[in-house]
Each structure stands twice: as structure tokens, then as C-alpha cells.
């Protein structure tokens, strides 16, 4: 089992910035990529971005690319969410997630996440 926990949600005002984090434990070894996504009230929870453990390889959904980043501290064992310019539309509940290893082409699919977090509210002001 892999236990995920994030924190570094809150309220920012528009073209803010917030640096989400996600602190992975138990067995780690098993993790071959972290990703987050987020749900907004009465939306289907979403793709943001996802990084491969193995060679940092990132991938991100395209209403984030070139505002947020994704990195990943091994020694710690955690995942970083960087966010930029954020928009009203940002707001949401973030959730880490780790998946055994899976095809890329599935990369951005929820389903295919093995562990997820208990989530972290990230609110944007206009």
C-alpha cells in the first residue's frame, strides 16, 4: 500500500501562485508514476498534470501547460505541483494519485491511478 498526503491548497486571488505538495509512503517502490487532478463542484474530476518516477518525464493536460509545473523530490519521496497565473477557474480540489506502471497513453486517465490522497482545496478569487 502507498499512502499519499497532500497539503499547500488555499485561497489566492487571480494570477496568483501555489506550490501543492504530495508526500508519498508506505511502498513506494511500487510507484511508476504521480499525477494530480482536480474536481470542481459538479464536474468530473480531471487530468492536471503527471510525472514518471523513473526518467522525470512529465505530462500535462493542456489548460495548465505553461502555468503549472510538476516535480518531484526522490529523497522525500514527494511530488510538487506548482502553480502559476492561476485563474478562477483553477478552483477545484486537488488530488495526488500514484499508479503502478501503466501504458502512457493512459497516463491522464483516473481510473488507471492505484492510490489517491484525501485531496487539498484550492480556491481562486476574481
Known amino acids: 500500500q502507498v499512502q499519499l498526503v497532500e497539503s499547500g491548497g488555499g485561497l489566492v486571488q487571480a494570477g496568483g501562485s501555489l506550490r501543492l505538495s504530495c508526500a508519498a509512503s508506505?511502498?513506494?517502490?511500487?510507484?511508476?508514476?504521480m499525477g494530480w487532478f482536480r474536481q470542481a463542484p459538479g464536474k468530473e474530476r480531471e487530468f492536471v498534470a503527471a510525472i514518471r518516477w523513473f526518467d522525470s518525464r512529465t505530462y500535462y493536460a493542456d489548460a495548465v501547460k505553461s502555468r503549472f509545473t510538476i516535480s518531484k523530490d526522490n529523497a522525500k519521496n514527494t511530488v510538487y505541483l506548482q502553480t502559476t497565473s492561476l485563474k478562477a477557474e483553477d478552483t477545484a480540489v486537488y488530488y495526488c494519485?500514484?499508479?503502478?506502471?501503466?501504458?502512457?497513453?493512459?497516463?491522464?486517465?483516473?481510473?488507471?491511478?492505484?492510490?489517491w490522497g484525501q485531496g487539498t482545496q484550492v480556491t481562486v478569487s476574481s
Open positions: 508506505g511502498r513506494t517502490l511500487s510507484i511508476y508514476v
Open positions: 494519485a500514484a499508479a503502478k506502471p501503466m501504458a502512457v497513453g493512459y497516463i491522464a486517465t483516473s481510473g488507471e491511478y492505484d492510490y
